[in-house]
């Protein structure tokens, strides 16, 4: 059984502070990364996707990768309370058609 | 920005009764997805669909289940003889490759009672 795995939280920072989001996976073989934001009652939506080892950035997000230690991480700098939502890291199953979805983490950023 | 449609928002059913979950894809994506999440739980696949015939399935997609792309834009899930645990929100999604990230749209939320 594949699985994705992430601590669930809460994590809490204050405005302005660095969250780090982790993620790791099982399937050695796997080779696209996802980071979902979800707020409370709605639908994931896509924020991040990253294919190849070392950073990207995206605005105040960057996606991290480690193949060889199986781990994705997602860094939101200066945080904002309009980034409190659920962050779902997802990896796309190297055996068929679906993506995988982690647990989520449950961020909070205090004003 | 292109998005996924799904109607309706909230459909409530008796246990038993049959319900068809719609969704309408973004027009120029190639596949196709069904989740479903249950209250406090995981995103959980069910169902891939691409070229007009279902691609991979999870063990939650049994008989009780089955998809349809009757007109080239509508997709359907079709759940028969609804149970008090297959309430919870389902999720279509499409991609416009395999391994590219999902659109999700806004969901149905399913209650059976």
């Known amino acids: 059984q594949k699985e994705v795995e992430q601590n669930s939280g809460p994590l809490s920072v204050p405005e302005g502070a660095i969250a780090s989001l982790n993620c790791t996976y099982s399937?050695?073989?796997?080779?696209?990364f996802f980071w979902y934001r979800q707020y409370s009652g709605k639908s994931p939506e896509l924020i991040m996707f990253?294919?190849?080892?070392g950073d990207k950035e995206d605005g105040r997000f960057t996606a991290q990768l480690n193949k060889a230690s199986q781990y994705v991480s997602l860094l939101i700098r200066d945080s904002q309370p309009s980034d409190s939502a659920t962050y779902l890291c997802?990896?796309?199953?190297?055996?068929?058609?679906?993506?995988?979805f982690g647990a989520g983490t449950r961020l909070f950023v205090k004003a | 920005e292109p998005e996924v449609t799904q109607t309706p928002s909230h459909q409530v059913t008796q246990m038993g009764q049959e319900v068809i979950l719609r969704c309408v894809p973004i027009?120029?994506?190639?596949?196709f997805y069904w989740y479903r999440q249950i209250l406090g739980q995981k995103v959980e696949f069910l169902v891939s669909?691409?070229?007009?015939?279902?691609?991979?399935k999870s063990e939650i997609f049994d008989d009780q289940f089955s998809v349809e792309r009757p007109d080239g834009s509508n997709f359907t899930l079709k759940i028969r003889s609804t149970k008090l645990e297959d309430s919870a929100m389902y999720f279509c999604?499409?991609?416009?490759?395999?391994?590219?990230?999902?659109?999700f749209g806004s969901g149905t939320r399913l209650t059976v009672v």
């Open positions: 999604a499409s991609s416009e490759e395999i391994g590219a990230g999902y659109t």
């Open positions: 399937d050695r073989g796997s080779q696209s």
């Open positions: 990253i294919y190849s080892n």
């Open positions: 997802a990896v796309k199953d190297t055996g068929g058609f679906k993506t995988i």
């Open positions: 027009s120029n994506h190639l596949y």
């Open positions: 669909f691409y070229n007009n015939e279902i691609s991979e």
